[in-house]
């Protein structure tokens, strides 16, 4: 009921819900004051005693209950305002940090759309636990003790019944628990399916139009929604249920120890003052609990999101080393390299080894799923679990950190992301400190700055996902936005795939020329594209079953040699269809 790794982060929250605790105890305090007070008027009245002095005192501790009662309501949701808004700071802060140090590679572990529910509504849900439970759990237990110290100095038979009635309700809670945690694990898990099918559908919606396949996916998810509905509904019956047999439990507690108080005025054992006492302050005893009752549900909520939350921070990280790579240049080297990712069975790369010089533009070809891609993110450091070595200059990159590799490699993939805002915007995040003149250098090496003065310059807006850019256009951009980068080495990952011929061109004179300086690792289908480049590694299943440069892999005639000969035929028949048309 208490989860103690949360009460953990709570710091300063821990005295707000301590005041929460106080606040409560003390409008009891001036509820029992209230009620004595009421009873001791009506039993002035009853015995028609016109003592006027006791009269007004009676009616001004009323009056003063009234006031502090007011007071703590006002402070109590002060300090559950306060205590639930820190615990929700430091989660999100938490997890911030944690997406921070799962490092580029984050998406291999969780889907960006459950970080973000669980970000929102996820942290959202805590706030009755924190805000409410916690405080009321303690003080459903501070209440009846308090009451019966009290009443049993008034009537210890009815103040014992009454005390012993109230753990029932706790006992109704637990079974509630046992019966609400399973139907909360379905709904939790059906509300981040649901979220994950409704977001990928919405992104891929051109294409199921494409395909007419949106009818079959809105199918999908109404189905998902009916199954997100009916378990909704279980856990809100589950709820009402409860709280139906708390409610029978708690009055049925206050209507039991009324019956003994009225038998104890019955036989004379108390007066009617105390009667009455005892009678109006014996729901009191059950009130506290029976709120906790209510808290608890919404708070089993924020329990289970805190699950998914804390499943999240303990995720397994990328842990980078501590070394820099020195300044001077570096060849990169491997040897037995393999790699498997996370949850797959099979190596996705294989004993690779390889030597890259500095300044050498080397490519990585071969089919699809051949592990071009994977050897790109390894080289980057985004994943780095690697069998083997990995050498970066001297340097293994287990004992490198990612931000010294971030500072010295650069990839650039064919979906590399272009931010809604201006041109100068995009470029600035590779170097904040650039010049207006650099940024202007930088788009006129991709051709684009023709573009941007006919528009607005620098100041140039991009809609979101670049929705007014072409293909082609936005590629640029983003290899501007590398190019300004002071790395070592370039990384471009099929940076010219699905763009028009004129952009490819233009990229692919800019990777030749930035090769004369720094090294760049080309990943392309197109073997047209690196034939001049000094090494060509052809990767097959996880292995580099070929590499040379260009002649040498020509001279082999095998797998490379087949494929550019295959490309070249399907190039030439399609210019020469193009002529004809
Ligand atoms: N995140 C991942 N989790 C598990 N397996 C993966 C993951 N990413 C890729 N793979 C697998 O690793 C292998 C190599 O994939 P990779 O993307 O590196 O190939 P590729 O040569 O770049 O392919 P393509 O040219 O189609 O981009 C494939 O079998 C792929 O299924």
């Known amino acids: 009921m208490i989860k103690i790794r949360l009460l953990k982060m709570l710091t300063s929250s821990r005295r707000q819900i301590a005041l929460q605790i106080f606040w409560q105890w003390l409008s009891l305090i001036a ?14 009245i009853l015995h028609n005693e016109g003592k006027t002095i006791s009269f007004m005192s ?26 639930a808004s820190e615990i929700k700071q430091s989660l999100r802060f938490a997890m911030f940090e944690k997406l921070a140090r799962l490092g580029t590679g984050y998406r291999e572990q969780i889907p960006s759309v459950q970080i973000t529910q669980m970000l929102t509504e996820g942290i959202e849900q805590l706030e009755t636990y924190v805000g409410r439970y916690l405080s009321q759990f303690f003080y459903a ?3 009846p003790i308090t009451l019966f110290i009290i009443l049993v100095q008034i009537n210890a038979p009815t103040s014992i019944v009454l005390l012993c009635a109230v753990p029932l309700i706790s006992i109704v809670i637990m079974v509630v628990m046992k019966l609400v945690t399973s139907v909360l694990s379905t709904y939790f898990r059906s509300y981040y399916q649901l979220g994950d099918t409704f977001l990928e559908k919405l992104h891929g919606m051109t294409t199921l139009k494409v395909y007419q396949a949106d009818q079959t996916a809105e199918d999908e998810i109404v189905a998902e929604s009916e199954q997100f509905r009916r378990v909704t509904m279980k856990v809100l019956s589950t709820q009402l249920f409860s709280t139906i047999i708390m409610d ?5 507690g206050a209507a039991v120890g009324i019956v003994v108080a009225l038998s104890q005025y019955h036989q004379a054992q108390i007066t009617l003052q105390e009667t009455i006492i005892l ?12 709120q906790l009752g209510a808290y608890f549900h919404m708070g089993m909520n924020g329990m289970k999101a805190s699950d998914k939350i804390f499943e999240f921070l303990d995720l397994t990280e990328l842990t980078d080393g501590d070394q820099n790579l020195a300044d001077q240049e570096f060849t990169i080297s491997s040897q037995d390299l393999t790699f498997t990712y996370p949850h797959a069975h099979q190596p996705s790369l294989t004993n690779i080894a390889l030597t890259i010089q500095p300044h050498q533009l080397v490519a990585f070809v071969g089919p699809s799923g051949a592990g071009k891609s994977t050897l790109a993110a390894l080289l980057s450091g985004q994943v780095r679990q690697y069998a083997g070595s990995l050498k970066f200059g001297p340097t293994e990159l287990s004992d490198l950190s990612q931000d010294s590799l971030n ?5 650039v993939s064919h979906h590399a992301f272009v931010f809604k805002g201006s041109f100068r915007d995009n470029l600035i995040l590779a170097k904040p400190d650039a010049t207006d003149q650099e940024l202007m250098q930088a788009l006129k090496q991709v ?3 023709d573009f941007c003065q006919s528009k607005a310059g620098l100041a140039t807006l991009i809609e979101t996902d670049a929705a007014n850019l072409s293909g082609g256009q936005k590629q640029r951009l983003a290899i501007a936005r590398a190019l300004l980068t002071d790395a070592q080495v370039f990384i471009f990952d099929e940076a010219t795939s699905n763009i028009d011929q004129e952009s490819e061109a233009i990229i692919m004179r800019l990777i030749k020329q930035v090769a004369k300086t720094k090294t760049v690792i080309l990943i392309s289908h197109r073997l047209a594209n690196v034939t001049d480049c000094d090494q060509i590694f052809y990767l097959d299943q996880g292995k580099i079953i070929e590499s040379g440069d260009h002649q040498t892999l020509l001279a082999q005639n095998g797998a490379y040699t087949n494929l550019f000969n295959h490309q070249a035929e399907l190039e030439s028949f399609t210019s020469a269809k193009e002529e004809l048309s």
């Not at 029978?248 to 049925?252: E, I, N, Q, T, W």
């Open 31 to 44: 509820q029992i004051m209230l009620i004595f007070a009421f009873a001791s008027i009506f039993d002035l």
């Open 248 to 252: 029978l439990v708690a009055y049925g």
């Open 447 to 449: 051709n684009l700055w």
């Open 58 to 83: 009676a009616l001004c501790t009323i009056g003063v209950a009234i006031i502090v009662r007011m007071g703590c309501s006002l402070a109590y949701d002060h300090a559950s305002f306060f205590a």
């Open 407 to 411: 500072d010295r490699i650069t990839i």
């Open 279 to 290: 009678v109006l302050l014996a729901t009191e005893y059950f009130l506290p609990m029976r």
């Open 141 to 143: 237990l501070l209440a």
